[in-house]
């Protein structure tokens, strides 16, 4: 049977690849490993965080699927940065590691599009530089006009622990203590180097993940324990809260000890990351070090924070957030043992690291296609990313895109100023990675437009109009936009009696007037949401403006497209450096081509005037 979209692995990225696929109309095929490694929480249980959360609500509103479902599978909910401003607000929920993927894998059955095969996929079939299909590691063949990688971590994968190096994929099995004994996955081992055959730069990266511990040997009296908030929240802009406030979980907060960097120092020669043991050990991720690389790095902290975090209603791990590690198991054991409150701690699974293959993302167009095969889609890990959020906002991007394709129409190719998806993907094609990229507030140079609160503002839109967000909920978010406008010109009607007769809208941009303060006067009872995102427009209107009239500046030069066939080399007084860069990344814009390493304003100026000669002769 001949497939239009072939996704490969079934982790966050995958899912939301498969998913857009067959929402669009596609019969699309889902090849991964196992079952029950669809939308598995191989690390931390959580879903959202700094920035990350905004991705998550940047999903829902294209028509994605994570919000939904951690809505309905949390234990605790968070707005981080509340007492801050707009601009860095975001959710973090606390999942739970079994109805996470369990509630997904029932979505993608129940979808009639959708085909899942438990297969690794070993090659792929290309003729002319287009994609024809995928080759399992049976020999069986199958054909399809798209093909979406979502590998993940699963490329020519090794688990490394000490001295030991394993080749495996990340562990699925919560419940086993001995590495050895759990139910590690089938790694990918053929598709690294076929990929290299047909012309893709790869690059080595690892990541890891902490000890699990036994709930019921810890003394939480030693910690201190952080409840969800008092708020109800969302991440899905159409659903009502599923939990509440009471029956959240709570977490616990600890620190590391001098005894602990003591443990850690004294043991370096044993970690897999500083004993030597492995050549050519691929980059960890700088945002989220193992505790070997905070002690190392920063000597003259005295302690460091750590979280204790339930995994699951349904068994006793607790994942110790912080405490990432590839020491071997007797030194883990005396590291954990030096914690307050875990003096007596029982580890229920022993941390590791795992090391991986990823391609070089600059071989990627900005729609998440690869430049080297037509038709060939790659998002998650597998470029470079880490992170359930970022793989599952570029699964969505592929799956549109890859569709798109499949209709003969534009990609649909979210800007800086409009998404930190956006934002993500236009890091990864035009920058590239060294390590594990992962998403912060400051990358985002227009970030007070991408706010947790106006997700649906900025994409809903865009959902709607590539098939992905339905007339109900399209009328749903106009309805919104109307009675936004309606606050805020009934604002500017509306007088307030003080020392100046101000109106209302005036009134509210002071520091200590609220809209609560307000609202009464409104005509009619506005949604809370509304009111909130009239007040914040109306406090921060300055900030916004100007923040908009630099993104319509950049927006200008991301509308001055560059030929694809343009010979850099002809260019004359083009910077060498420059002349490099531009033609390993081919850039698609102006806008582009300013933001890549090595490429200067006056670069940008030369290529302008050859632009103008070159017009004029074609």
């Known amino acids: 049977m001949k497939y239009e979209v072939i996704v490969v692995g079934g982790g966050h990225a995958g899912c939301e690849a498969v998913l857009a696929c067959a929402n669009k109309g596609h019969k699309t095929l889902l090849v991964t490993g196992s079952k029950d490694t669809i939308a598995m929480m191989p690390c931390n249980p959580s879903i959202g965080g700094s920035a990350k959360g905004i991705v998550v609500r940047e999903i829902d509103a294209l028509g994605g699927y994570m919000g939904k479902v951690a809505d309905k599978t949390l234990i605790q909910m968070k707005m981080l940065n509340s007492s801050k401003g707009p601009a860095v607000r975001s959710l973090r929920a606390q999942g739970d590691k079994i109805t996470y993927p369990k509630e997904m894998l029932r979505i993608i059955e129940e979808n009639k599009n959708i085909d899942i095969q438990e297969e690794i996929v070993e090659d792929l079939i290309v003729e002319n530089n287009k994609i024809r299909g995928i080759k399992l590691s049976t020999g069986k063949e199958i054909m399809c006009d798209a093909v979406i990688l979502t590998t993940g971590t699963y490329m020519r994968s090794d688990i490394l622990v000490g001295e030991k190096r394993t080749s495996s994929g990340p562990i699925s099995n919560p419940t086993e203590k001995d590495l050895s004994k759990t139910k590690a996955t089938r790694p ?183 430049k080297i095969i037509e038709n060939l889609f790659t998002a998650g890990q597998i470029n470079g990313t880490s992170g359930y959020e970022e793989a599952a906002g570029q699964g969505l991007i592929a799956g549109i895109n890859a569709s798109l394709k499949l209709e003969n129409k534009d990609p649909l190719i979210l800007k800086r100023d409009e998404a930190y998806i956006g934002v993500l993907i236009d890091d990864l094609v035009t920058k590239g990675v060294k390590d594990p990229y992962r998403l912060l507030t400051s990358r985002a140079e227009y970030r007070l437009l991408l706010r947790h609160d106006n997700a649906d503002l900025r994409l809903r839109k865009y959902g709607y109009e590539v098939g992905l967000i339905n007339e109900k909920q399209y009328n749903k978010l106009l309805n919104k936009e109307k009675n936004i406008e309606k606050i805020l010109q009934e604002l500017k009607e509306i007088k307030i009696k003080d020392e100046k007769n101000i109106n209302a809208y005036d009134y509210l941009k002071r520091t200590e007037v609220s809209i609560s303060d307000i609202k009464e006067k409104l005509s009619e009872k506005f949604d809370e949401v509304e009111l909130e995102q009239a007040e914040i427009i109306v406090k921060y209107e300055g900030y916004i403006r100007k923040t908009k009239k630099e993104a319509e500046k950049m927006r200008k030069l991301e509308n001055k497209k560059i030929p694809k066939d343009i010979n850099y080399d002809n260019i004359p007084n083009l910077a060498s450096e420059a002349r490099i860069k531009l033609k390993e990344i081919r850039p698609e814009s102006f806008g582009q081509a300013l933001r890549i390493s090595g490429v200067n304003p006056s670069d940008i100026s030369i290529l302008s005037i050859y632009m103008k000669r070159y017009f004029n002769e074609n």
């Open 188 to 370: 990918s081992l053929y598709l690294s180097k076929n990929l290299e055959k047909l012309g893709f730069k790869l690059i080595r990266l690892k990541t890891g993940t902490p000890p699990r511990i036994k709930r019921s040997t810890i003394d939480f009296s030693k910690t201190k324990r952080e409840d969800g908030d008092s708020k109800l929240y969302t991440f899905s802009f159409d659903d009502a809260p599923y939990y509440s406030i009471e029956s959240q979980e709570p977490c616990y907060l600890t620190y590391t000890t001098k005894e602990t960097h003591k443990i850690i120092r004294d043991n370096l020669s044993r970690s897999s990351m500083y004993g030597g043991f492995h050549e050519n050990l691929g980059t960890g991720p700088r945002y989220c070090p193992s505790i070997e690389d905070k002690v190392v790095r920063f000597a003259d902290k005295e302690r460091h924070q750590l979280f204790l975090e339930p995994e699951s209603l349904y068994y006793d791990d607790i994942y110790l957030q912080g405490f990432s590690t590839s020491m071997p198991y007797d030194v883990q054991e005396e590291m954990v043992h030096s914690l307050p409150g875990l003096e007596k701690a029982k580890i229920l699974r022993y941390a590791y690291a795992i090391e991986y293959d990823a391609i070089d993302s600059r071989d990627l167009k900005q729609s998440l296609e690869t």
